[in-house]
């Protein structure tokens, strides 16, 4: 299961729990509308061991210690750009977009004219945050994905027809619920977005571009067609703006 480990050295945002010498306690991931919505997992408790899985900028930008990773897919839903960014990759006046996991049901509900295959998987890293870690990683982890993410548990796998690798991960994940839900929206109107938003942590633009990246350098089968041409959607506006 060991692979060689490459954690990003970027600089975290001010006010993470682990850049304070004393951690100011964690901001909850859990907003008021969905507190009481229970993980599909078993949640995590301090003392055990923690793998975090990740799909978004969590995949490129690995801003705490870990020991193990495993780069695998998840069954079940699809990533998205559904979810605004107030605090990273956007402001409150100007949200950019980041992604979240989308059922593949719930999709179908929403883009009724662009049915999602109920077999495709999502890929991604699951981190192994190194022992002894775990609950600062945690309380880091739930302060960087506060803007409206829930926790939920998910099964990680490396080939088809075989067992999980990793059970029960930790994901952080934005819910259909949450006050920061993009809602239906035209591949068109999230790529704009995308063009044009800048936050604390940087472009929106850089965000998409380095998950695309980062998921090639790993297979080229881990970037859905979604992602592939939201890409070129956005590239394609950045080009119109210089000329």
């Given at each position: 299961m060991s692979v060689p480990i490459v954690a990003a050295g970027l600089k975290e945002a001010a006010r993470s729990p682990l850049t304070e010498t004393t951690p100011e306690p964690a901001a909850t991931a859990i907003v008021d509308s969905v507190a009481a919505a229970a993980p599909l997992g078993t949640a995590w408790e301090d003392g055990r061991?923690?793998?975090v899985f990740g799909y978004g900028s969590i995949i490129y930008r690995v801003d705490f210690p870990i020991e193990d990773q495993v780069?695998?897919?998840i069954h079940g839903r699809r990533r998205a750009f559904l979810q605004r960014s107030h605090d990273h990759r956007g402001t409150e006046t100007n949200p950019g977009r980041v992604?979240?996991?989308?059922?593949?049901g719930?999709?179908?509900?929403m883009f009724p004219n662009e049915p999602s295959n109920p077999d495709a998987v999502c890929w991604g890293i699951a981190y192994k945050v190194k022992s002894g870690e775990e609950k600062r990683v945690k309380q880091h982890l739930d302060w960087r994905e506060k803007d409206g993410y829930t926790e939920d548990f998910v099964d990680v796998f490396t080939e088809p027809g075989k067992p999980a690798v990793v059970s029960n991960v930790l994901v952080y994940v934005g819910v259909s619920a949450n006050p920061s839900f993009a809602g239906p929206s035209s591949m068109e109107e999230t790529a704009m977005v995308i063009a044009r938003a800048e936050g604390p942590s940087g472009t929106n633009r850089e965000y998409l571009f380095k998950l695309c990246e980062a998921l090639r350098?790993?297979?080229n089968q881990a970037l859905e067609p979604y992602l592939?041409?939201?890409e070129i959607m956005v590239?394609?506006?950045l080009e119109e703006s210089a000329q």
């Open positions: 061991p923690l793998w780069f695998g897919y992604c979240t996991l989308i059922p593949h719930e999709w179908d509900t350098f790993h297979s592939a041409t939201l590239r394609r506006l």
